[in-house]
């Protein structure tokens, strides 16, 4: 795979780098650039650019500081991880910079370890909701939270094999949910329908509850997950009915009707939760004549819906591709930015910003993804928090490649 790329490089070196930052001080003093036309070039800089530029001179550091909060913020990356289904490990992530209108292609070391072991790749990678990563396996577990995963963590696996769980991260838990009897494998009585790992002990709790109408459907093929802070919320694909899951009380509440009057309309939703309450995205018609794609914004506990916007045709079209068949989407939702993918097209995303009641669409393509080699590859899509602290704490552990493309 060929990436017309030019190199940026994170980490340094101590031969270097002193000896740089110092003549960059040097011009600093000499040509004194500040005040708004320093923050309004620096509103035009790429992230990753300004890693270095943070170090140059305090006064340098207050003006980047300035206008990432005044400017140009920074914003949500979306990440998309290719990865080979023959050898696990062979692993491409590419990050788009919504900030900068930037791809970058992040090379990170091919293992992980924690205190006792270490190891690579070892399964399918999976994300949900948004931001966690993980593989599992029959004999052994393995998550990252990080902004680009670069850290892992290793556990030990669930009580219960499930081929195709429902997974999320609530606070200091991530659970694992979902019935050993879908996609084929007989139903085991002894498998909690609900397991609960906790990061900062490390060790599996379970419960053995679970709404009929998830169990009924209880794969991540059929349930769509979304988590905030202290719950875990599950909603059924093809008919919106959700329930949420506190870990700390081991309860569920609901059902919730998140399609409001769309209920006959809308044939397939997912969920995610953003800055302001939860997204909802749904497809209108049917999957093989999807006339519009509607997204709305609601509180959960009082199925009150506060704002709808519908998908331009033009960005509907490009999520069907060259099929105009589109049975269901993804849906990745971090602060104000959506980010909407069909999984059988998954290297044309649409993006769309929401603020202040108003929906900003738009539109990025992962043109360094073949489209042939994508159907031979598992394709994950998450989003991530990426600030300028984390890249510089990143500096010697990666290595980030990047391509300027369109804005969206």
């Known amino acids: 795979m060929n990436f017309p790329f030019s190199y940026l490089f994170l980490s340094s070196t101590a031969s270097n780098v002193p000896t740089a930052e110092a003549e960059m001080s040097e011009r600093v003093e000499e040509c004194a650039i500040g005040g708004d036309i320093l923050e309004e070039i620096i509103s035009h800089v790429p992230l990753v650019d300004l890693v270095s530029a943070n170090s140059v001179a305090s006064s340098w550091r207050s003006a980047i500081s300035s206008s990432l909060l005044r400017l140009n913020t920074v914003k949500p990356w979306l990440m998309l991880h290719s990865q080979s289904t023959r050898s696990p490990s062979a692993v491409t992530t590419l990050a788009y910079d919504p900030r900068s209108h930037l791809w970058m292609e992040v ?12 190891i690579h790749y070892f399964s399918l990678l999976r994300s949900s909701p948004s931001s966690l990563l993980y593989m599992l396996s029959a004999s052994r577990f393995a998550f990252s939270m990080d902004p680009l995963h670069l ?12 081929p195709d769980p429902v997974v999320a991260a609530v606070g200091n838990h991530i659970i694992v949910a979902g019935s050993g009897a879908c996609c084929g494998i007989q139903d085991d009585d002894t ?19 679970m709404p009929t109408e998830l169990m009924d459907s209880a794969a991540s093929t059929w349930l769509s997950v979304a988590a905030d802070q202290n719950k875990m919320y599950v909603s059924v694909k093809r008919s919106g009915v959700t329930y949420s899951f506190d870990p700390r009380t081991k309860t569920w509440c609901g059902p919730y009707n998140v399609r409001g009057d769309d209920v006959e309309s809308v044939f397939f939703s997912v ?18 004549d999807v006339r519009s794609v509607v997204m709305w914004e609601l509180l959960v506990e009082t199925e009150g819906r506060r704002d709808e916007w519908e998908m331009p045709f033009q960005l509907v079209e490009k999520l069907k591709g060259e099929s ?14 959506v980010f909407v ?18 929906c900003r669409w738009g539109s990025v393509t992962a043109a360094a993804l073949d489209r042939d080699s994508c159907r031979f590859r598992n394709l994950v899509v998450s989003c991530s928090n990426v600030t300028l602290p984390y890249l510089e704490r ?9 391509n300027k493309t369109h804005a969206f």
Not at 192 to 209: A, F, M, Q, V
Not at 394 to 402: D, E, P
Request: proline content about 7%.
């Open 271 to 288: 969920i995610g939760c953003g800055g302001k309450g939860m997204i909802v995205v749904g497809l209108r018609g049917e999957a093989e």
């Open 107 to 118: 090379q990170q070391p091919c293992s992980f370890s924690n205190s006792s072991s270490s």
């Open 324 to 337: 105009e068949y589109m049975p269901s989407i993804h849906l990745n939702v971090m602060g104000d930015f």
């Open 341 to 358: 993918h069909n999984p059988l097209e998954a290297r044309e995303v649409v993006v769309c910003e929401v603020k202040e009641g108003a």
């Open 191 to 209: 498998i909690p329908p609900l397991e609960i790992y906790d990061t900062t002990t490390g060790t599996w709790e379970w419960c053995n509850s």
């Open 151 to 162: 850290n892992w963590q290793v556990a030990a696996p669930p009580i219960g094999w499930r």
């Open 394 to 402: 990143a500096r010697n552990s990666t290595l980030l490649t990047r």
